[in-house]
Structure formats: structure tokens, C-alpha cells
């Protein structure tokens, strides 16, 4: 669907606001029946269409400008007083609220069409078809018909032709080589807790949730990263809250990137390694030295599709078993995931205090989906986020004889003291070795390195006594005891889209359970209670079914996958459909019996 | 002597921000409890007794030394040292003590390395360290094979050696590290060998003086795998095989002959001197090819952070507050 919109006036004077001419469209995968009402994403051509059309976009939603035409006498005939792109990204960024791409449409596509020896009004005016095929790029729209078109269109005239399919593929092509990005994120209907507002996005409110965790534990923060699709916004912004102590190392690889975090923790900073799947892959043996080291390291995967360089602008969530498992030897990890792009800022304070209480590296499980796409959030009172205690070892930690011992445990979280370097009497060396117990002297003694593996287990394990209990969302009664005796459980990104399936299933008059993990590893205590509550468990994933593997694994229950791995969210109207498949298959079952 | 007195006067002294102690010290206080465990003869163990007999000169206080090392038989290193320390995994000492010395300014930071860990599986974490020029020094232990493993050559070892992976003749070019790091624009240079007791704590007190990354090659004999790879250079007929670099000392390469300079910012006198040992008729040099400044990463990380800090007064809550508010809000009731 359409929507041209023009000013009547044959010529009114181009670059004022009153003489911005626009063209909507509206597609999707189902029949449509207008234009859309508020547009997702606005090309602006300059800063008289940006203004004009401003006022239209849904927050969140993304704006291409051409900033050929962002020109000192183009602002002021819009009225701009400044150049609202010079702010982008600030604190008082008057375009905060959207995801804006600076492209310089007008300069890359006379560049791509000079072959063509047309003038340079006429190649630039190839520009809107570089557009067109950024645009086609970001939403996956077959390029074919509209190279068709075009040939057929200026059919006449060759060189007209020709630049204009240049020029869209050009543009095509420049969304693929920087990995242009766009999403947007299904927010689970739910009615909306009082408080001030703002939207953000995952990456946002990732890099905000880091600088709270070093406010809140006191310490500085150290991100050491490497840039990566859909990764690196977290390093850009963090990169501008050195205010706040934060340093941020743009490392030489993937590697050196949690190298330095791993350094910067064993110096007293919260370390913290941003990535996606393929990084991590690259990053394993150096998580392990932290599991081994038993230091606080905060390592983030905003996973994409995989295997390989995969799908990088695409979202999934199969990095679960790698984040999990993913190491020599046994090596466990703790593993959070925030459920919404707000929820991102929660997780990664949950990370932090888990990686300082507990001394280990954590795993914040991601997505390109939530890293991008965004939501209304809630912002939190600083009062009310939790305080983070380092607990360094001091000189008192020492032993009556006057020793250090580096692999004493905490008798509640087992952890280790963290001593960083600058306290005589506290100099030790930790390393990569299996370490004695109590003293972390090297050792091969075999049943030192038995209760080692099995220490370092337990201590991982002991964070589940420190989760609250599970929220089940099911308006049916308590679990098990209500109507619903099917129970949808996810992870990450999919809450949005499994909340949207359930209320439709419940909307059409039946009974279902909704439960959505933060924490993956280890699981809260209740989890395994609940999941025995109910008669059918589902387990929507956006992979070939790692939640349900672990938990048939650890609660020998018989979970039932529903696996969309497309690099697309799940959708509602398919999760509805797949849950009334199953709540049909057990009244049968049920009538048989 | 509290702490080590620069040989090239004007420059920043690379334990300048460390504290130091009135204390006095002694190699004991830098031993550590644990047994050390090299083969018999291993050159490891001369390096250890300079650097444990070196320490106490620079009058730093002990708990603010930290060593890192990778993977090797020299990695094993900071276990033995009663200092703060890491032994990390192989070829990523650099990439961790760059964390270290960027998070820190009161740490003295020392890297610990072979020619296997630095130049093969570490070489890239090694040329980003030495661009960046983060203030640490890095003992490069060279033997031109690989001990830990038991016995494969090494990307120092010289083409067509006969090794347990390579039964017909290595086929590998080797690095010479000198030149990789002036390729790389390393801001010091040198090279020393593990038999010279005095040149080895000379340079290495010059070594920990830099402000900046310092590289500093030793010669070290393998007694088990690769013994007497040095020995031209060794014992009271070394002389003539030996160019030992001072400032003004006069040097010859390529027919040219000079002052040698050290402090020069044109590396590429200095790089024709880490080539002339690829020629069996000149001798081999040894001592500071290169000592110029250049700002270092860290300092230059932690201005950007004392300058941001500046700029933004109050209290790190309210601050926190103003940035997670900031943008378009609305209210709901």
C-alpha cells in the first residue's frame, strides 16, 4: 500500500517545509488494507522532510537522512537553529527516540553512477533508488522485480536506466557491507506500571545497566571489545560515559578484548567483554581462564545468526548451549537473559552482581532483536537498584601466621577473595593451572582436582539460592491448581511474542501458563516444581531446541519444542496456533483415557 | 637508590606513578615459597636470579609489581616471584597486562613470554601491544624452540632445523624479533643474553625505566632441546661475534658507518642493525637499539577519564539518574 503526499503548488520552494513532498508504503506479509497509519521508517532527503515528517514517526521508529543535505542554508530554511545530526547520540539528542542512520545518499550515489557520464542533477536524482535498495535490504525485499521495473520503466533511455539500477544496488549493497540493522520489538500486552517513561533500545539499555553496575558496586568499569554486528552499539556507547569511570579498550581482536577485561578485573575494575556468537566462539579458552581464575568478568553475546558468520543482521537465540557448555573441561558459567529491550538495563546489573558476588564470569544472552528493536520503558529510581558489594580481601583476611590464602571460600556463595594488586601481604598468583585448594599453589594432586571441579560447580549452583521465585503468569489459578494445564516456557527475546500467542489462546476463551527465565544457569529452585505442574510443557525457541534440551535433561520432563530458526521473532498468531494445536491434542488425549 | 635513574635523561620514568618504599629490600623479598621446577641448566634460572637481584633496585613496593605470563617453560615465571602475578594461557600475557596497566597507574607491569607464546600464537597480541605503547616490559625469553612441548622448532628457529615435527628441515622463515618490534614502531628496543648477568640487569633497568611498552629479547639457552644455540655469542672468544650498542658507540651496516642513537626517531638505522646477525660474517648486536617517547595508551586512556570527570561534576547516583532520564519522557499514572 501507498500514500504520496504533495504540495500542490507546482514548484514550491524545494528545502521549506511547505515544500516537502512525500511518498509512504506500507508492506507486509499478510493482506493490508491502508497505508499504515505511522510510518517505521522515514528517508529523509533533508532537513525540511525530517521536520515535516516528524511528527508522524512512532517513537523507536527509524529515519534515514541524506546528509548531502543537511547544509548550514537547508537547516535554517527548515527553521533548524543547529544541526540536529551533530547531537546524535547525546543525552538531549533531539532524535533520541528514533534509530537514525546518516547516509550520504546524494554523494554515494553519484559516485556509484559516474559511469553513466549523466549530469549531477540527474545522478543525484538516482539517489531515492539508492534508498529504495537500502530499504530493500533492511526489511528482505526481493530485489528482482524492482530491477524489472526499472528496466522496463526507462526502457528509452540507457543511461537513465542503468543508473538507476546501479544506484539500487548500490544501495542494496551498502546495507549488506555495514550490516544496516531494523527491528521492532513485540511488546507483551500487559497494562503499563505507573511511572516516567522513555523508549530505548536493548544496546542502550545494556551499555546504561554496565554503567549501573559500576556505580552501584563502586567500581570502575573496563570493556574491552572488538567491534562485531549486532554488538558494537554497546561499545560506542559506553565509549561516552567516561564520566562515569568507565574505559573502554577497542582491542586488536576478539581475544584480546576479554585479555584486557580479564586484566582489568584482576586490577579491581568490573571487567566486561561485549560480542556476538562468533566471538564468543573465539573467546572460549580465555572465559575459562576466568572460570579457573575465579574473577569477575561480565561477558555479553548479542547473538545473531549462526553457525558462522551466519545471518549478522538476523536474530536467533541458539548461542544457549555455547554460552552453557561451550569450553574445555568443566567449566560452568552462569547465564542471564533479558526477556525485552528495556529489560536489557536489569540484566545486566543481574550479570554484574552475580559476576562480583560470586567471582565468576557471567554470560548475558542477548539478541538482535532486542538489541534494536525497542520498547517503553520504565525508568527505574536509583534507590530502587540493588547495591553491589566487592568485599575486596584486605590485610585482615590474612591468616594467624601472617599468610594469604587466595582460594579460601566464603562459607554462604563459596566465593574466593579478589585481592587486587596494591596490598602487601596479599601478593599471590593465580593462573590457568588447577589450582590447590585453600592455598592456590599449583597441584596435580587428583582428588585436589576432583573437589575443585566440584567446588567450582557448587558455587555456581549456590547463586539459585540468591533468585527470587519464579513469576508464573497464570490468571487460571496458582500452578497446577487453576484450568491451565498447559504451560509456555521461554527464554530471551521471545516474551514479547509467547505473552502476544498466550493472550490470544486466552482471548479465544482457553486456559494457559506462562513462565519466561531470566536466569538459564543455573535454573531457580522452583522451576523443576512448576514444570510438573502442568500436563504439557512448550518450549518455543528461536533455535532446534537447547532450553528443551536442558530441561528434559535436568527435570526429565517431556518438553515440547516449537522451533522457528528463520532469523526472524516468533510471531503470535503462529504461537496461538501452535498452542491450541496442543491444548486440542490433550482434551483428546484426555477423553481417550 | 629508591628508584632506577633514566639513562636517557628528559624522558618520563616508566615507574614514575608506583609507589616506592624507604624499606630496604633484598632478593629474598621477591622469592616466593614455591620450588622451581626448569631442567637443570635451564637459562630460565640465571633470568630469574637477575630480575629477583634487579628488583630491589627499582625500590618499588612490592605488592604494587605484577607479572603476567602466557603459556611456556618461561611462563612459569611469576609463580616463583612473591609478587602480584597471572600466568595466563598461551600468547595472551600482553593482551592481559594491557588491562592491568590501563586500569591501574600505580601497578609496575611486567610481561613475561618465549618466542613460541609471543611470536606464534601471541605475535598479534604483541605487535598491538608495542603499537599501542602501553606502559609495561616485556621479557621476551628467545630459544628458538620449544621446550614445553618437548622439542618443535620455533618461529625463531633457523630454516631447515631438524626438529621432532619437522624430521626433513623446518621450512619456516624465521622472525627476528628485534626487527618485528621496530617494524612494529615500538618505542624500546633491546636485546640481551642470558649469560651476562650485568648487561641483563643494565638493560633491564633501562627496560623499567621506559614509559611505554618495552621489548627486551633475551637470549636463553634451551639445555634440553636446543642447547648451545648461543654459544658463539658466550665465553671469552665472544667478542669479535658480539656489537655491544651504547649511545655514540660507531656502528657499520651497508657500508655506512654512524654514531649509533638509540633516541632517534627514524627507526631505520636503527633496523639495519637488527639485520646485520642475518649475516654470518657480522657480529651480532646487543643492547638498546631504540628508546624514544611517544605518549603511552594508558596515561592517554586515564586523561580522556580525568577530563570527562572534570566535566562532570556531582554525585555518581545523580549523575546516573540525569543520564538513564535523559531523552523524550512521559508519565504514566
Known amino acids: 500500500m501507498t500514500l504520496p503526499n504533495f504540495p500542490a503548488e507546482i514548484r514550491a520552494p524545494q528545502g521549506t517545509l511547505p515544500g516537502v513532498s512525500s511518498f509512504q508504503v506500507h508492506f507486509a506479509d499478510h493482506d493490508i488494507l491502508t497505508a499504515g497509519d505511522a510510518p517505521d521508517v522515514l528517508v529523509a532527503m533533508n532537513p525540511a522532510a525530517l521536520r515535516a515528517n516528524l511528527g508522524d514517526l512512532p517513537q523507536g521508529a527509524t529515519i534515514i537522512v541524506d546528509t548531502h543535505d543537511f547544509t548550514a542554508r537547508n537547516l535554517t530554511k527548515a527553521g533548524y537553529e543547529s544541526n540536529p545530526l551533530d547531537l546524535l547520540g547525546d543525552a538531549n539528542d533531539p532524535l533520541g527516540a528514533f534509530a537514525v542512520q546518516p547516509v550520504d545518499l546524494t554523494g554515494m550515489t553519484v559516485e556509484a553512477v559516474k559511469e ?478 | 637508590m629508591t628508584a632506577t635513574g633514566l639513562p636517557f635523561p628528559g624522558l618520563r620514568s616508566g615507574v614514575e606513578l608506583v609507589p616506592t618504599t624507604d624499606q630496604p629490600q633484598t632478593g629474598k623479598d621477591f622469592t616466593s615459597d614455591q620450588e622451581v621446577r626448569w631442567c637443570p641448566g635451564c637459562g630460565d634460572y640465571a633470568v630469574l636470579k637477575a630480575v629477583q637481584g634487579f628488583l630491589p633496585d627499582l625500590g618499588l613496593r612490592r605488592e604494587n609489581i605484577v607479572f603476567v605470563s602466557g603459556i611456556g617453560c618461561s611462563s612459569r615465571f611469576p609463580y616463583y616471584l612473591d609478587t602480584y602475578g597471572m600466568h595466563s594461557i598461551h600468547g595472551r600475557a600482553p593482551s592481559i597486562a594491557t588491562g592491568i596497566a590501563t586500569a591501574r597507574e600505580d601497578l609496575s607491569v611486567w610481561v613475561v613470554t618465549g618466542d613460541g607464546d609471543a611470536l606464534s600464537i601471541g605475535g598479534n597480541h604483541l605487535i598491538h601491544a608495542l603499537r599501542r605503547n602501553v606502559n609495561m616490559t616485556i621479557l621476551l625469553f628467545n630459544n628458538r624452540i620449544y621446550g614445553l612441548t618437548k622439542g618443535q622448532y620455533s618461529p625463531t628457529s633457523e630454516a631447515g632445523k631438524i626438529t621432532k615435527s619437522t624430521p626433513m628441515g623446518s621450512l619456516d622463515h624465521p622472525f627476528n624479533p628485534v626487527s618485528l618490534a621496530l617494524g612494529a614502531e615500538a618505542t624500546f628496543v633491546a636485546r640481551t643474553i642470558d649469560s651476562d648477568r650485568k648487561h641483563l640487569t643494565t638493560v633491564l633497568s633501562a627496560a623499567a625505566a621506559h614509559r611505554g611498552t618495552s621489548l627486551v629479547e633475551i637470549y636463553q639457552n634451551c639445555p634440553i632441546f636446543n642447547d648451545g644455540a648461543f654459544d658463539t655469542l658466550k665465553g671469552a672468544d665472544a667478542t669479535e661475534q658480539l656489537l655491544r650498542l651504547e649511545p655514540g658507540v660507531q656502528v657499520t651496516a651497508h657500508g655506512h658507518t654512524w654514531a649509533h642513537d638509540p633516541t632517534e626517531p627514524d627507526p631505520t638505522w636503527q633496523f639495519a642493525l637488527s639485520r646485520l646477525d642475518t649475516d654470518p660474517h657480522t657480529p651480532t648486536p646487543i643492547g638498546i637499539f631504540r628508546q624514544v617517547e611517544r605518549p603511552t595508551y594508558d596515561d592517554q586512556a586515564r586523561a580522556q577519564l580525568a577530563t570527562a570527570r572534570q566535566a562532570a561534576p556531582g554525585e555518581p547516583t545523580d549523575r546516573l539518574a540525569a543520564l538513564i532520564g535523559s531523552g523524550d519522557t512521559w508519565m504514566v499514572n
Not at chain 1, 538495563?345 to 543481574?350: C, N, P, T
Request: proline share 8%.
Open chain 1, 116 to 593: 553513466f557520464g549523466l549530469s549531477r542533477k540527474d545522478a543525484a536524482r538516482a539517489k531515492n533508488m539508492f534508498a529504495l535498495g537500502l530499504l530493500s535490504w533492511m526489511y528482505g525485499r526481493p530485489t528482482e522485480p524492482t530491477i524489472a521495473f526499472l528496466e522496463k520503466r526507462f526502457a528509452k533511455v540507457e543511461a537513465i536506466r542503468d543508473a538507476n539500477i546501479t544506484a539500487f544496488k548500490a544501495g542494496w549493497n551498502f546495507g549488506e557491507t555495514t550490516e544496516a540493522f531494523v527491528v521492532s520489538y513485540e511488546i507483551k500486552p500487559a497494562p503499563m506500571a505507573p511511572g516516567v517513561y522513555r523508549n530505548i533500545t536493548g544496546n542502550l539499555a545494556l551499555a546504561y545497566g554496565l554503567v549501573a553496575g559500576g556505580v552501584q558496586s563502586g567500581l570502575p568499569v573496563f570493556l574491552g571489545s572488538y567491534p562485531i554486528t549486532p554488538a558494537s552499539d554497546i561499545l560506542h556507547e559506553l565509549s561516552k560515559h567516561k564520566a562515569f569511570g568507565v574505559t573502554t579498550l577497542q582491542a586488536e581482536d576478539e581475544i584480546a578484548g576479554i585479555g584486557s577485561a580479564i586484566g582489568a578485573s584482576f586490577a579491581g575494575s568490573l571487567g566486561v567483554t561485549t560480542t556476538s556468537g562468533p566471538g564468543i566462539a573465539l573467546k572460549s579458552e580465555a572465559i575459562g581462564l576466568a572460570v579457573m581464575t575465579e574473577l569477575p568478568l561480565v561477558v555479553i553475546d548479542v547473538q545473531r545468526g549462526g553457525p558462522s558468520t551466519g545471518l549478522p543482521t538476523k536474530t536467533e537465540q541458539a548461542d544457549l548451549l555455547q554460552a552453557m557448555y561451550g569450553r574445555n573441561g568443566e567449566a560452568p558459567v552462569p547465564i542471564v537473559a533479558p526477556q525485552s529491550p528495556g529489560d536489557c538495563f536489569d540484566a545486566a546489573l543481574e550479570a554484574a552482581r552475580i559476576a562480583i558476588t560470586y567471582r565468576t564470569p557471567v554470560m548475558l544472552l542477548s539478541d538482535g532483536y532486542l538489541a534494536n528493536g525497542s520498547e517503553p520503558w520504565r525508568i527505574p529510581e536509583i534507590v530502587d537498584l540493588p547495591k553491589i558489594d566487592p568485599a575486596f580481601a584486605t590485610a585482615e583476611d590474612l591468616t594467624e601466621d601472617g599468610k594469604f590464602q587466595p582460594y579460601a571460600r566464603d562459607a554462604e556463595t563459596l566465593a574466593r577473595p579478589w585481592a587486587p594488586p596494591g596490598i602487601a601481604g596479599l601478593e599471590h598468583r593465580i593462573g590457568g593451572i588447577e589450582k590447590a585448594d585453600i592455598t592456590g599453589n599449583i597441584s596435580y594432586d587428583p582428588a585436589n582436582h576432583d573437589l575443585m571441579v566440584r567446588t567450582r560447580q557448587a558455587k555456581i549452583d549456590r547463586i539459585a539460592d540468591s533468585l527470587p521465585p519464579l513469576e508464573v503468569d497464570d490468571p487460571s489459578g496458582p500452578p497446577g491448581h487453576g484450568k491451565a494445564k498447559v504451560l509456555v516456557i521461554g527464554w530471551g527475546s521471545t516474551y514479547g511474542p509467547i505473552g502476544a500467542g498466550v493472550r490470544r489462546v486466552r482471548k479465544a476463551g482457553h486456559h494457559v501458563a506462562q513462565v519466561h527465565l531470566r536466569h538459564l544457569n543455573p535454573f531457580p529452585h522452583d522451576l523443576g516444581d512448576i514444570l510438573h505442574r502442568y500436563d504439557k510443557v512448550l518450549v518455543p525457541e528461536m533455535n532446534l531446541g537447547q532450553l528443551s534440551l536442558l530441561l528434559r535433561g535436568r527435570y526429565l520432563i517431556d518438553a515440547i519444542g516449537y522451533n522457528q530458526i528463520n532469523g526472524m521473532p516468533l510471531k503470535a498468531a503462529d504461537l496461538e496456533h501452535h498452542i491450541l494445536t496442543h491444548l486440542t491434542h490433550l482434551s483428546e488425549e484426555l477423553r481417550a483415557n
